[in-house]
């Protein structure tokens, strides 16, 4: 009969623990392990480390600059958004098949898009010619961007979760195709805060001919605290409500302010931990500041007659002119400090192609007229950055919401759109010159080498600005959220 009660016999590992020496041999060795994890991680050398990393952000100061993951090799972003999703097949992407192929059926089969059938393939209107002296193809649509081959880091391998123009400007801006998300500008405002202290974080600057479809939803906070909201105005438009009414006297709006900052301090002391409190509270504060800085900002009579002029700020086309206004205004505000400028090229409130590059029944025709606007200043933007020594430490990004096909659209001259394949492409702080990476097929429709998403853009965006992507979080609704969900990595051919 088995007894109830056994004797136990320690182990030899138990053995050596129960002896004194051995119990603190074995404790020094494991907090020495503690202590080594600790230093690892400070240096982002622990191959698994991805807890969770919630910036430290002062209640009275949420835009104080913050220190990043890891060193980083950008300081601020400059996003160049054209809305309507423009063409890659006629822009970057040279595909001589498609040359040879032209007014054929596609091998495979008929295609059925967006829009419907599709007819045959179609080469781009604009002529394709090596650039600068890694000899890049790229279209004769861009001439002036075209010279600055030399500076780009191409990814040709992009790709979508939708074809609609909404949904993708979603997608792009915020990491997801639903609205309530917070937008990359958002993100990383939070992530490091500010430069300057007159100035918002993050500015929005709409195109001349209106906002981008989802409008506001491009530079939301979403559900991150409201003060890292983007700014949105333009040269047209500067920012509201900055005038102070002369029935009052500076001294009277000095004595106002620091009454309503007591007041402020008080109330925000009863409500720790209000992000809605705090942020209010910041935009008043920064609102005064800007009643100075946000009109020297967007004097650009400051500039010389020769920056005007290589910009094309007066320019015979007016909406050219309006929007090489808002390059100079973007630089000048990332000359400031500001950490992320968000520039549109493209409205919707025109219409269907009108006023952006949603080339869908007359592709050459309305190709353009918007391709000058673009062009001319936003390569003086990149030029003036690298003159400046700005380009060192700043990142530029081009990008669409998505591509179109290698076909024309049954019965139109125009491309449809297609989320399988397009092209980005990266300048400045951090990234390879005169580069490519990825490939779509013969005929520019799918991303078959290297097919990279917008997760993976940025993952990368994050990781040149020294954010770790999976661990840049803010918990909500129960669970840590990021910028690329629960998906992305870091795209290391771009780096330099």
Same mark, same amino acid.
């Given at each position: 009969m088995t007894p109830l009660f056994q004797k136990s016999v320690p182990s030899?590992? &138990?053995?050596r623990l129960l002896d004194r020496r051995g119990f603190l041999t074995h404790a020094a060795h494991g907090l020495s392990g503690i202590a080594l994890a600790s230093l690892l991680s400070q240096e982002g050398l622990l191959?698994?480390?991805?807890? #969770?990393? @919630? #910036?430290?952000?002062?209640p009275d100061a949420? =835009?104080?600059?913050?220190?990043? /993951?890891? #060193?980083?090799?950008a300081k601020r972003v400059l996003m160049i958004f054209c809305s309507g999703a423009c063409s890659h097949l006629d822009t970057w992407d040279y595909k001589p098949q498609l040359i040879k192929h032209h007014d054929k059926p596609m091998p495979g089969g008929e295609l059925v898009t967006f829009q419907g059938k599709n007819g045959n393939l179609q080469k781009s209107p604009w002529e394709f010619r090596p650039r600068g002296e890694s000899g890049k193809y790229i279209s004769d649509l861009l001439p002036n961007l075209a010279e600055l081959a030399d500076e780009m880091c191409f990814i040709h391998s992009m790709t979508s979760k939708t074809n609609t123009h909404g949904p993708g400007e979603n997608f792009m801006? *915020?990491? !997801? *195709?639903? $609205?309530?998300y917070p937008s990359a500008g958002a993100w990383v405002t939070y992530a490091l805060g500010s430069e300057c202290d007159n100035l918002p974080a993050f500015v929005a600057i709409p195109d001349p001919r209106g906002i981008p479809q989802v409008g506001p939803n491009n530079w939301s906070s979403g559900f991150l605290p409201a003060v890292f909201q983007g700014t949105s105005f333009n040269t047209q438009q500067p920012i509201s409500n900055l005038a102070t009414p002369a029935s009052v006297s500076?001294?009277?709006q000095a004595a106002t302010r620091d009454f309503l900052k007591l007041l402020n301090d008080k109330h925000l002391e009863r409500n720790p931990g209000d992000t809605e409190l705090s942020a209010r509270i910041a935009s008043y504060e920064l609102a005064a500041k800007l009643q100075l800085s946000a009109p020297e900002v967007s004097d650009l009579t400051r500039e010389t007659a020769a920056t005007h002029a290589a910009y094309g700020t007066d320019d015979a086309n007016t909406v050219k002119a309006g929007f090489a206004r808002n390059c100079l205004l973007a630089r000048r505000l990332l000359? @400031?400090?500001? @950490? !992320?400028?968000? =520039? !549109?090229?493209?409205?919707?409130?025109? &219409? $269907?192609?009108?006023?952006?590059?949603? &080339?869908?029944?007359?592709l050459h025709d309305q190709y353009s007229v918007h391709a000058p606007i673009l062009d001319q200043p936003a390569a003086a933007l990149l030029k003036d950055l690298k003159a400046r020594g700005m380009l060192e430490d700043t990142l530029v990004v081009w990008t669409t919401e998505f591509g179109r096909m290698p076909t024309f659209q049954e019965g139109s001259k125009g491309r449809d759109h297609n989320p399988k394949g397009f092209t980005v492409w990266l300048a400045g702080a951090g990234v390879k010159r005169a580069h490519s990476y990825g490939a *779509?097929?013969?005929?520019?429709?799918?991303?078959?080498?290297? #097919? +990279? +998403?917008?997760? $993976?853009?940025?993952?990368?965006? %994050?990781? =040149? %600005?020294?954010?770790?992507?999976?661990? %840049?979080?803010f918990f909500h609704n129960g669970a840590e959220q990021r910028l690329t969900f629960v /998906? &992305? @990595?870091?795209? $290391?051919?771009? %780096?330099g």
């Amino acid at each position: 009969m088995t007894p109830l009660f056994q004797k136990s016999v320690p182990s030899p590992g &138990g053995l050596r623990l129960l002896d004194r020496r051995g119990f603190l041999t074995h404790a020094a060795h494991g907090l020495s392990g503690i202590a080594l994890a600790s230093l690892l991680s400070q240096e982002g050398l622990l191959a698994n480390d991805t807890a #969770p990393h @919630r #910036p430290s952000i002062l209640p009275d100061a949420p =835009l104080a600059a913050r220190q990043a /993951h890891f #060193p980083a090799k950008a300081k601020r972003v400059l996003m160049i958004f054209c809305s309507g999703a423009c063409s890659h097949l006629d822009t970057w992407d040279y595909k001589p098949q498609l040359i040879k192929h032209h007014d054929k059926p596609m091998p495979g089969g008929e295609l059925v898009t967006f829009q419907g059938k599709n007819g045959n393939l179609q080469k781009s209107p604009w002529e394709f010619r090596p650039r600068g002296e890694s000899g890049k193809y790229i279209s004769d649509l861009l001439p002036n961007l075209a010279e600055l081959a030399d500076e780009m880091c191409f990814i040709h391998s992009m790709t979508s979760k939708t074809n609609t123009h909404g949904p993708g400007e979603n997608f792009m801006s *915020t990491g !997801f *195709t639903l $609205e309530g998300y917070p937008s990359a500008g958002a993100w990383v405002t939070y992530a490091l805060g500010s430069e300057c202290d007159n100035l918002p974080a993050f500015v929005a600057i709409p195109d001349p001919r209106g906002i981008p479809q989802v409008g506001p939803n491009n530079w939301s906070s979403g559900f991150l605290p409201a003060v890292f909201q983007g700014t949105s105005f333009n040269t047209q438009q500067p920012i509201s409500n900055l005038a102070t009414p002369a029935s009052v006297s500076p001294q009277a709006q000095a004595a106002t302010r620091d009454f309503l900052k007591l007041l402020n301090d008080k109330h925000l002391e009863r409500n720790p931990g209000d992000t809605e409190l705090s942020a209010r509270i910041a935009s008043y504060e920064l609102a005064a500041k800007l009643q100075l800085s946000a009109p020297e900002v967007s004097d650009l009579t400051r500039e010389t007659a020769a920056t005007h002029a290589a910009y094309g700020t007066d320019d015979a086309n007016t909406v050219k002119a309006g929007f090489a206004r808002n390059c100079l205004l973007a630089r000048r505000l990332l000359e @400031r400090g500001v @950490r !992320f400028v968000q =520039l !549109f090229n493209g409205a919707y409130a025109m &219409g $269907e192609g009108v006023g952006n590059w949603d &080339g869908h029944k007359a592709l050459h025709d309305q190709y353009s007229v918007h391709a000058p606007i673009l062009d001319q200043p936003a390569a003086a933007l990149l030029k003036d950055l690298k003159a400046r020594g700005m380009l060192e430490d700043t990142l530029v990004v081009w990008t669409t919401e998505f591509g179109r096909m290698p076909t024309f659209q049954e019965g139109s001259k125009g491309r449809d759109h297609n989320p399988k394949g397009f092209t980005v492409w990266l300048a400045g702080a951090g990234v390879k010159r005169a580069h490519s990476y990825g490939a *779509t097929d013969d005929f520019g429709y799918q991303a078959v080498a290297n #097919p +990279s +998403s917008v997760y $993976e853009l940025h993952a990368t965006i %994050l990781h =040149l %600005l020294g954010l770790d992507h999976q661990r %840049l979080s803010f918990f909500h609704n129960g669970a840590e959220q990021r910028l690329t969900f629960v /998906h &992305g @990595r870091v795209i $290391e051919d771009v %780096l330099g």
